[in-house]
């Protein structure tokens, strides 16, 4: 006997709603300010609040904040600045709790940069930029970033935190390692007789950074492939500043904030410009983004001055974990309950590592939809992203996620495997259906 349900399908608003007042969200103000003076302009910015995650319901609303600076050039600065931001959400499932979308945007974040770098090297254009992007979701900040734009963080508290991290090659060791492993070359420009000056650079093309968006004539080792830092910062607020470099040649982060602090956002940001100019004077396109985030009704104002200066100790390189991460945590989680908290933090180059999201959140991403370029794909048309790796004979192939085979030549040529001339497909049948996964080896 059949039962007849009057069961009826709650809105995704209606529940988010419900999910607010049950959490008792109580929502920050955000408010910005932006400043630049201009020498090749080449740095765009881009400024966006009340976003809504579901169109209409005045409540899952988050906000976008991007500094893109270019070189040779401003068409891929102004590519990015218009393009990306659409490109992260189309890699966002839709009807996603706000935890769970939350939670998908540093993978989303991953997939929007390299499709973004992607489509607009098949426009055959040669300038690059760097970018440094964020989201803000209530205290939940997350921040992409590649190239030397640096976004860091004073919170209520009085601590600095670098929310991304600077791709130039004279710094990061790392990147130097992969660039050369991947078949780039790492050195100074020769001035002759055996005289080299400069920075580091990436040799074909002089680029002095390991990361960008664009710069095709560069060499696909210059990769779009952000690190990604996600924090959640106490109901105290903070102030966050992102510039280009402009800014950062001139200033460290402790003069930066000293420099504005007790100022509203609009005159920190050109207070900020003024004295990196005041110091160096105008060598290259030199723009800040102020960014308070404050609790509710709370008098638009700069985040008071630590209540200790702590010295050369102040500029942390690494957040404060979560309770539950650590030992030295433990008898501790109530006892400081409202200070800034590590959501996420991932920097590696290695798509295969940044696009295979953790149980349970991988569970939100479709099977059949290329990871980065979020095209459908029949079964049996995907290549894991595994493929090729020394780990692949450990994983189950048809777990994914899968690229198509255009952005698994993207992936190739990013790791320096491209013209590899050995192709070994494998189809490989999932034991619990009839379903099969192409599996490609080199």
Same mark, same amino acid.
């Given at each position: ?8 399908? +709650? ?14 969200? @109580? ?27 579901? +169109? ?14 270019? %070189? ?64 803000? @979701?209530?205290?939940?900040?997350? +921040? ?9 963080? $004073? ?8 929310? *991304?991290?600077? %791709? ?6 790392? #990147? ?54 996600? +924090? ?10 992102? /510039? ?7 200033? /460290? ?24 100019? %005041? ?17 509710? $009704? &709370?008098?638009?104002?700069?985040? /008071? ?6 010295? &050369? ?10 309770? /539950? ?19 996420? #933090? ?11 999201? &953790? ?6 991403? &479709? ?59 494998? @189809?490989?049948? *999932? ?9 490609? @080896?080199?």
């Amino acid at each position: 006997m059949s039962i007849r349900s009057d069961h009826q399908t +709650v809105p995704l608003s209606v529940l988010l709603k419900r999910e607010l007042a049950s959490e008792k969200v @109580e929502k920050p103000e955000i408010i910005y300010g932006q400043a630049s003076q201009s020498k090749k302009g080449e740095d765009f910015t881009l400024l966006k609040t009340e976003c809504q995650r579901v +169109v209409g319901d005045g409540v899952s609303t988050y906000s976008v904040f991007g500094l893109f600076d270019g %070189h040779n050039g401003s068409a891929a600065a102004i590519y990015s600045k218009e393009n990306l931001l659409n490109n992260v959400l189309a890699a966002i499932p839709p009807e996603l709790s706000r935890d769970e979308w939350v939670a998908a945007l540093p993978r989303a974040l991953v997939a929007g940069f390299v499709k973004t770098d992607k489509d607009f090297q098949e426009k055959a254009r040669t300038s690059g930029t760097t970018v440094t992007f964020m989201i803000i @979701e209530g205290w939940v900040v997350t +921040v992409a970033s590649v190239g030397d734009s640096r976004c860091i963080l $004073e919170s209520a508290e009085g601590g600095l935190y670098h929310l *991304s991290a600077d %791709h130039r090659l004279e710094c990061n060791e790392e #990147e130097r390692d992969r660039i050369t492993a991947s078949g780039g070359e790492v050195g100074r420009l020769n001035a002759g007789g055996g005289a080299e000056i400069g920075p580091l650079r990436c040799w074909p093309g002089g680029l002095c950074l390991s990361r960008s968006i664009g710069d095709m004539d560069v060499g696909e080792f210059i990769v779009p492939v952000p690190y990604v830092k996600q +924090v959640k910062l106490s109901t105290a607020g903070g102030r966050l500043i992102i /510039s280009s470099d402009g800014v950062w040649d001139a200033l /460290s982060p402790e003069m930066t904030f000293d420099c504005c602090r007790g100022m509203p956002a609009d005159a920190a940001a050109s207070q900020v410009v003024k004295e990196a100019l %005041h110091v160096k004077g105008l060598r290259d396109d030199t723009t800040c983004i102020v960014i308070d985030i404050q609790p509710p $009704e &709370k008098v638009p104002a700069a985040p /008071s001055a630590p209540p200790k200066k702590q010295g &050369k100790g102040v500029f942390k390189s690494m957040f404060r974990k979560k309770p /539950s991460e650590s030992s030295s945590q433990v008898g501790k989680e109530y006892s400081e309950p409202d200070l800034l908290e590590e959501l996420f #933090e991932e920097g590696s180059a290695m798509l295969a590592d940044r696009l295979d999201a &953790k149980y349970p959140i991988c569970n939100v991403f &479709k099977l059949f939809m290329c990871a980065v370029c979020q095209v459908e794909m029949k079964p049996g048309e995907g290549i894991s992203i595994h493929a090729g790796s020394s780990s692949a004979g450990k994983l189950r192939p048809w777990d994914g996620p899968f690229l198509c085979s255009s952005c698994q030549e993207k992936k190739e040529a990013m790791e320096g495997k491209r013209g590899m001339d050995l192709d070994i497909v494998v @189809e490989v049948t *999932s034991p619990s259906s009839s379903t099969s996964f192409a599996f490609k @080896e080199h």
